[in-house]
């Protein structure tokens, strides 16, 4: 998370910089190693954003116990694939 | 109580808030850009630049690096503290990952300054 805020910061400079770069960074981003580099970004945020809300909803005290621990974790997974999916179906 | 010099919170539940209340800005401003990126298809130069030049966008995207260098700070300590046992290898992780947080912060200052 912490590199793809490098990536990040990094592209917004250089297409906020001038016309030129934000045709250069469009002209990357079409890549498939730069869509790859996308989706997985944006699959690793899903994942820590969900697992964070899900540690938001534990400090209210709910999913405490072992099977509602589990069930809410496997969920929080299956909700991570499915934005994964999308996120690869939005970029390819 | 453990002091700590490390970590950025005065205490362990100053960590516990400011960890979480960053994070519900960085929530919030990631369902924004989501937003943007599925509403706008296609952008283009001119609405990339106008969405950056608008005031409120700008401090929106100032309060959530300020947010990702709190949450990262924290963050990045309860994993090296948990994980980086030796010390000397431990405190330089800590100094060279605060420093990158804050270049990513000063960088988004320094650009949004000019847009």
């Not at chain 1, 996308?38 to 999913?63: E, K, N, P, Q």
């Not at chain 1, 929080?76 to 690869?88: F, N, Q």
């Not at chain 2, 260098?69 to 990045?76: K, Q, S």
Request: glycine share 8%; charged share 10%; proline share 1%.
């Amino acid at each position: 998370m912490f590199f793809a805020m490098g990536i990040l910061m990094w592209l917004l400079a250089v297409s906020l910089g001038s016309e030129s770069g934000f045709e250069c960074v469009q002209e990357w981003s079409s890549s498939f190693f730069a869509k790859f580099i996308y989706w997985g970004i944006l699959t690793a945020l899903a994942y820590h954003l969900l697992g964070g809300l899900r540690h938001l909803v534990m400090d209210l005290g709910f999913w405490e116990e072992i099977q509602s621990g589990n069930s809410s974790a496997q969920i929080t997974i299956a909700l991570t694939i499915v934005l994964s999916v999308l996120a690869g179906v939005w970029l390819w | 109580m453990v002091t700590n010099a490390g970590t950025l919170g005065r205490s362990g539940v100053h960590d516990f808030v400011l960890i979480r209340a960053s994070a519900l800005v960085l929530t919030a401003y990631a369902i924004f850009m989501v937003c943007f990126f599925v509403c706008t298809p296609q952008v283009t130069y001119a609405e990339w630049v106008g969405l950056f030049s608008q005031t409120w966008v700008k401090v929106f995207t100032l309060i959530t690096l300020i947010s990702l260098l709190v949450h990262a700070w924290i963050g990045l300590w309860q994993v090296l503290t948990d994980y980086v046992k030796p010390v000397a290898v431990r405190i330089s992780l800590q100094f060279i990952l605060n420093i990158a947080a804050l270049a990513y912060l000063v960088t988004g200052i320094v650009v949004l300054w000019g847009v």
